[in-house]
């Protein structure tokens, strides 16, 4: 069975910086383009970053400049370089494959504050 399982968060403070992996086991993300997804509470979630197979990456407005995103496919793991961290990146991160998307891990948690 797949499994999604991100890594990596955890308290930091505003300016800070946060490495988020996404590993997967039983499936390969080779082939297929990736994103990052965040949801704060009471809010929808919401896409923040992808990444294609060739290593091509996009960035929602809110993260440009600050958040990077990249993958290993021999790990078959994605990664989520965050710097310059708000209060307002505070959420769980997930990540999973942008279109025919697995089931969804448990996220990790990001808190930014002081």
């Known amino acids: 069975q797949v499994q999604l399982v991100e890594s990596g968060g955890g308290l930091v403070q505003p300016g800070g910086s946060l490495r988020l992996s996404c590993a997967a086991s039983?499936?390969?993300?080779?082939?297929?383009?990736m994103a990052w997804y965040r949801q704060a509470p009471g809010k929808q979630r919401e896409l923040v970053a992808t990444i294609t197979s060739g290593g091509v990456s996009s960035l929602v407005d809110s993260v440009k400049g600050r958040f990077t995103i990249s993958r290993d496919n021999a790990k078959n793991t994605v990664y989520l370089q965050m710097n310059s961290l708000k209060p307002e990146d505070t959420a769980v991160y997930l990540c999973?494959?942008?279109?025919?998307?697995?089931?969804w891990g448990q996220g990790t948690q990001v808190t930014v504050s002081s």
């Open positions: 999973n494959r942008q279109f025919s998307p697995l089931g």
């Open positions: 039983g499936s390969t993300f080779s082939g297929y383009r």
